[in-house]
């Protein structure tokens, strides 16, 4: 029984470099999220697809960041230009349905702990 | 923007305490959730509470979400080493752009001492 799977689950880069980080849903979710989490923090929200449009980007910090999910299954976030304020954990998660009565169950992955020098 | 204030940030307790963690925001939520995060792994949803002034039993742990569909409450009773973690509540609500996301507050971290 598959759940979420990220990888690589540890990236460190030098600044400047770009970075591109998976995310496999469980098979099936229609939905995907992507989460950036600070240490002891809550997740904080950064882009969403339902199969393979993007519902939603307004987390995404600035144009340095974008995602795809070209198939509606497999996704990538990239990174470009990576600046040391980018280093987080990277987390993604997936539900079965986008809308489902106001509440769904998000099942997320273990993260990419993305380290910029 | 919805956010969700949550408190206390820390809290260590010895075994067989009770405690309660609040989740508060200015913003009505269509619905609530409740994660326990362990280190180094993603967050586990432990309920959702959809109406207001609903209770929900989990064993030990006790889910209420207030009248007005603003504030949540976890309560633990006896608790125990097990119950060691990172508390997060998640607001469920249309973000505005015609798609659904989780606000997530910025955690309780419990302790449990044995």
């Known amino acids: 029984g598959a759940g979420v799977s990220q990888s690589p689950r540890y990236k460190v880069t030098k600044r400047g470099q770009d970075v591109a980080l998976r995310c496999d849903p469980i098979s099936g979710h229609v939905s995907l999220y992507w989460y950036r989490q600070a240490l002891g923090q809550g997740p904080e929200f950064l882009t969403y697809f339902n199969y393979e449009a993007q519902q939603d980007k307004s987390g995404l910090p600035n144009d340095r960041f974008s995602a795809e999910r070209p198939e509606g299954s497999i996704s990538t976030l990239t990174i470009q230009r990576t600046e040391q304020r980018d280093s987080a954990m990277y987390r993604c998660?997936?539900?079965?349905?986008?809308?489902?009565?106001?509440?769904?169950?998000?099942?997320f992955g273990p993260g990419t702990r993305l380290t910029v020098l | 923007t919805q956010l969700l204030e949550q408190s206390p940030q820390f809290l260590s307790i010895q075994e067989g305490e009770n405690l309660t963690v609040y989740c508060n925001s200015s913003?009505?939520?269509?619905?609530l959730q409740w994660y326990r995060q362990e280190p180094g792994e993603g967050p586990v949803l432990l309920v959702t509470v959809v109406t207001g002034g609903e209770v929900k039993k989990l064993k030990r742990l006790t889910f209420q979400f207030g009248d007005a569909r603003k504030d949540s409450s976890l309560h633990i009773t006896a608790a125990q080493p097990g119950d060691t973690g990172l508390y997060l509540c998640?607001?469920?609500?249309?973000?505005?752009?015609?798609?659904?996301?989780?606000?997530f507050g910025k955690g309780t971290k419990l302790s449990v001492i044995p």
């Open positions: 998660a997936s539900s079965l349905v986008g809308r489902l009565a106001g509440y769904n169950e998000q099942f």
């Open positions: 998640a607001g469920v609500g249309d973000s505005g752009a015609g798609s659904y996301q989780l606000t």
């Open positions: 913003s009505v939520f269509s619905s």
